[in-house]
T-cell receptor, first 115, second 111 residues
Framework: DGGITQSPKYLFRKEGQNVTLSCEQN?????MYWYRQDPGQGLRLIYY???????QKGDIAEGYSVSREKKESFPLTVTSAQKNPTAFYLC??????????????FGAGTRLSVL | AQSVTQLDSQVPVFEEAPVELRCNYS??????LFWYVQYPNQGLQLLLK??????LVESINGFEAEFNKSQTSFHLRKPSVHISDTAEYFC?????????FGTGTRLQVFP
């Protein structure tokens, strides 16, 4: 079945540690996104990518990094510089970049907690 | 600044009662509008969308939303809710090159 796969479902980070969240899609979508979800705050955009080897900062990129080496994959690294990483992280993809009629489809999310 | 407002953070309702979840946005340009639903510990699923054409759009599970350009609103309604409709609902609006989400409304359906 076509879709977006995020792994792991739950992740724990120690102080000073970098952790990487995986996002893979087999929808042949060009654009991919990472959002952070906190209770009562909706979804906030961390990074997005319209094409392989290119990505742009979203509204809350500080403390995060991404790569887009393959069309299917858009991993997110939460670095030690992110002082409040506990949140639910959602990956999404769309056929084209948001701004037109392109619908975003979401993975099931990764819940990150700090030990 | 462009924004999406969902005034009600929680909406409690009894089963089989009607419900309306409100969504307003601020924009002077054409937009595209979406409602997403999120069940506990899951990702977001598209519920319905307005891209063009009829201002009243419907989902397969009985929800409907009406795009009102003059009031810049896209309220979600269902005439009779079911226990299984308990979830968080997000309104989202496309502005130029971004999709902006409201803060969500938690619909709690009681038996």
């Amino acid at each position: 079945d076509g879709g977006i796969t995020q792994s792991p479902k739950y992740l724990f980070r120690k102080e000073g540690q970098n952790v990487t969240l995986s996002c893979e899609q087999n929808l042949n979508h060009d654009a991919m996104y990472w959002y952070r979800q906190d209770p009562g705050q909706g979804l906030r955009l961390i990074y997005y990518s319209q094409i392989v080897n290119d990505f742009q900062k979203g509204d809350i990129a500080e403390g995060y990094s991404v790569s887009r080496e393959k069309k299917e994959s858009f991993p997110l690294t939460v670095t030690s510089a992110q002082k409040n990483p506990t949140a639910f992280y959602l990956c999404a993809s769309s056929k084209g970049l948001a701004g037109g009629k392109n619908i975003q489809y979401f993975g099931a999310g990764t819940r990150l907690s700090v030990l | 600044a462009q924004s999406v407002t969902q005034l009600d953070s929680q909406v409690p309702v009894f089963e089989e009662a009607p419900v309306e979840l409100r969504c307003n946005y601020s924009s002077s340009v054409s937009v595209y509008l979406f409602w997403y639903v999120q069940y506990p510990n899951q990702g977001l699923q598209l519920l319905l969308k307005y891209l063009s054409g009829s201002t009243l759009v419907e989902s397969i599970n009985g929800f409907e939303a009406e795009f009102n350009k003059s009031q810049t609103s896209f309220h979600l309604r269902k005439p009779s809710v079911h226990i299984s409709d308990t979830a968080e609902y997000f309104c989202a609006v496309t502005f130029t090159d971004k999709l902006i989400f409201g803060t969500g409304t938690r619909l709690q359906v009681f038996p």
